[in-house]
C-alpha cells in the first residue's frame, strides 16, 4: 500500500505542483472565537498526528492548550482545570464518530494555604520535591464507541509550569519524570512545553500590511502551552486492530467544560459536561469559519459538520483567496473548491469525486471501510502506512514528502505557508509564486527533540526580555544584571519569604501599628 500510495503522489505532484521545489515556500487555534478566548485553560491550540520517527511501528498524538502563557505569568502559573476533561478522539471507520476518546482529568495538590502565594519554595530538582508546593496528577482513560470505559493510567504526575531558572535549574530532568508508561506498550505526557507553533500572526494586519512587508516575525516566540503527548502502538488505534488493511484514522482534540448549576446562595461546576473547544486541521476556525460560527464550530462534533451548510459554504467558497485577490490582486481560484472538501472533510482520494488524482489519507481507502458509512467531517487525517521521511520537509505534500501535512501534521510542518498556498489551489494548479515566500517563519525557534514527548521544553524567561537574557536597572544603572545576578536575585527573594514564614509565628499576632 505505501508504494502504490507513493507513486498516486508523484502523480498528483507531477499534474498539480510542476516546479514546485522544497526551497520554496492566525495561531493554529490560539484565541479563535470569542467564548473560548475568555476561557483559556480549556482552549485548544494544536493538534499534530505522526508516525513517531524513533519508534515507526508507533504514532505519536500531541495536542495543546492553554495558548500564550508568558513564562513570567506567576504567582498561579497555568495548571490545569480540574473541572474540565481533555480528550484526543480516533475515527477509523469514517463515520466522523470517535472510535477511541483518549481521556484525561485532573485533581490539585495544593500545600500552598494560607501561608505563601509562592508556586515553589526553593529549587525543585523532581516531582516530588517539597520545595514544589502546587502540583497536579491525572487520570488517562479509554472510552471505545460503545461508551466503555478503561482507565490506562491512575495517578500520572503532570511536569509543572517553568518557573524559572532558579527554582527549576534543570527542567528537562521533571519532563522526564513525567513520562508514564501505558499499558499495551504506550507513553503519556502531560505538562508544560513551548508553543510547537511557529508563524507570523501579522497576518491579520491586512495579510502581513498589505504588501508582505509584515513578515519574518515568529509571534509565538518565547511562549509556552499546556501540552498533552500520548504514544500507542499503530494495531491500538487502527480498524479492528490491522493497521495494514486499516491505515488511515481521524484525528481531534476536543475540551469538555462541567457546566455551572445556580441556585440561590451556591454556584458550583455540578450541571454536564458540555464541548467548548474542539481542533482538527491548524488554523480552520481561525481563516476558514466566521465570527459568526466559530463558537458553534467548537461546540460541535465532526459528525455534524456536513449538516450546517453555511460551514461547508466556507470551504468550497473560502474567505481567504477573495482577501488575497483584493489585497494583492492576485485571482481567486474558481468555485465551488472541491479540492478544499478533500483536505479537510474527507481526505484526499480517488474514491471521492475531488480533483487531486491520489489515494493519501481518507478513511475510505481502509480496507474495511463500510463506505455507506462515511461521512464528511473536519479532522486531521493520517495514512500510518507512509514510511517515515528520511529528510522531512517542512511543506509536506506539497514539496513531495508524503509524511508530512496535511497526511498528519508533524511537529516541523509550516503548516500556515502549506494552507496559504492551498487555498490558493496550489494542490491542483501549482505553486503561487508571489507568496512562495510565505510568512518567512520557516521554523521553530526551539529545536525540537528527537525522542518522546519531541516538544521543546518550555522558556524561562520573559518574552520581552532584551537579548541573551539581561536586563538594565531602571536609571541604567551602567551594568546589565545578566543570568548571574538574576539567579541570585531570585535566591534573595525564595531567602526572604522562607525567612518570613519562619517569623511568622511571632508577628501575626501583633497589632496592626500605623
Not at 526551497?23 to 487555534?29: N, Q, R
Not at 494548479?429 to 519531541?454: C, H
Amino acid at each position: 500500500m505505501a508504494v502504490a500510495l507513493i507513486a498516486a503522489g508523484s502523480t498528483l505532484l507531477t499534474a498539480g505542483l510542476v516546479g514546485f521545489g522544497p526551497g520554496t515556500a492566525g495561531a493554529s487555534s490560539h484565541r479563535e472565537a470569542p467564548l473560548i478566548a475568555a476561557d483559556p485553560p480549556v482552549d485548544n491550540t494544536d493538534v499534530y498526528a505522526f508516525v513517531s520517527p524513533d519508534k515507526p511501528d508507533t504514532v505519536t498524538l500531541v495536542a495543546n492548550w492553554y495558548p500564550f502563557q508568558e513564562p513570567n505569568g506567576g504567582p498561579n502559573f497555568y495548571p490545569w482545570a480540574t473541572d474540565a476533561r481533555y480528550d484526543i478522539n480516533i475515527d477509523n471507520d469514517g463515520d466522523a464518530r470517535p472510535d477511541l476518546t483518549y481521556r484525561w482529568t485532573f485533581t490539585n495538590q495544593d500545600k500552598r494555604g494560607k501561608s505563601t502565594f509562592l508556586y515553589d519554595n526553593g529549587q525543585v530538582t523532581s516531582l516530588d520535591d517539597e520545595n514544589l508546593l502546587f502540583r497536579q496528577n491525572y487520570e488517562l482513560e479509554v472510552i471505545d464507541g460503545n461508551g466503555h470505559s478503561k482507565r490506562l493510567v491512575k495517578s500520572g504526575p503532570v511536569a509543572p509550569s517553568n518557573t524559572g531558572a532558579a527554582s527549576m535549574p534543570d527542567y528537562g530532568t521533571l519532563r522526564n519524570q513525567a513520562v508514564t508508561d501505558v499499558p499495551g506498550g504506550g507513553k503519556s505526557f502531560v505538562g508544560q512545553a513551548d508553543d510547537s507553533f511557529f508563524l507570523d500572526l501579522r497576518v491579520f494586519d491586512l495579510l502581513y500590511g498589505g504588501n508582505l512587508s509584515e513578515v519574518g516575525q515568529d509571534t509565538l516566540k518565547g511562549y509556552n502551552v499546556n501540552t498533552i503527548a500520548l504514544q500507542v502502538p499503530k494495531s491500538a488505534l487502527a480498524l479492528k486492530g490491522d493497521a495494514t488493511r486499516n491505515p488511515v484514522i481521524g484525528v481531534w482534540s476536543d475540551t469538555e467544560r462541567q457546566s455551572m448549576l445556580l441556585t440561590p446562595g451556591q454556584s458550583k461546576p455540578l450541571g454536564p459536561f458540555v464541548q467548548v473547544s474542539r481542533l482538527g486541521n491548524p488554523l480552520v476556525n481561525e481563516v476558514v469559519v466566521p465570527a459568526g460560527l466559530k463558537d458553534k464550530f467548537n461546540s460541535l462534533t465532526p459528525d455534524q459538520d456536513a449538516k450546517i451548510p453555511d460551514l461547508v459554504n466556507r470551504v468550497t467558497d473560502p474567505e481567504v483567496p477573495k482577501l488575497i485577490q483584493g489585497i494583492y490582486g492576485l485571482p481567486a481560484p474558481a468555485t465551488p473548491r472541491n479540492d478544499l472538501v478533500e483536505i479537510f472533510l474527507t481526505g484526499i482520494t480517488t474514491k471521492t469525486p475531488g480533483p487531486i488524482t491520489a489515494d493519501l489519507n481518507s478513511q475510505l481507502d481502509n480496507a474495511d471501510v463500510n463506505p455507506k458509512r462515511f461521512v464528511p467531517s473536519e479532522q486531521l487525517r493520517l495514512n500510518t502506512s507512509v514510511p517515515v521521511a528520511a529528510q522531512p520537509n517542512r511543506l509536506g505534500v506539497l514539496a513531495g514528502d508524503l509524511q508530512g501535512f496535511p497526511n498528519g501534521r508533524r511537529l516541523t510542518d509550516d503548516v500556515l505557508d502549506i494552507e496559504v498556498q492551498a487555498l490558493e489551489g496550489a494542490a491542483v494548479s501549482g505553486i503561487v509564486p508571489a507568496l512562495a515566500a510565505g510568512d518567512a517563519v520557516n521554523a521553530n525557534d526551539k529545536a525540537f527533540g528527537t525522542s518522546f514527548p519531541y516538544v521543546a521544553l518550555p522558556a524561562n524567561t520573559g518574552v520581552n526580555t532584551q537579548s541573551g537574557g539581561a536586563v538594565t536597572p531602571p536609571g541604567g544603572g551602567g551594568f546589565p544584571a545578566g543570568p548571574v545576578l538574576n539567579a541570585l536575585l531570585a535566591t534573595l527573594l525564595i531567602g526572604s519569604g522562607a525567612w518570613l514564614l519562619r517569623r511568622r509565628p511571632q508577628w501575626t499576632s501583633a497589632p496592626a501599628t500605623a
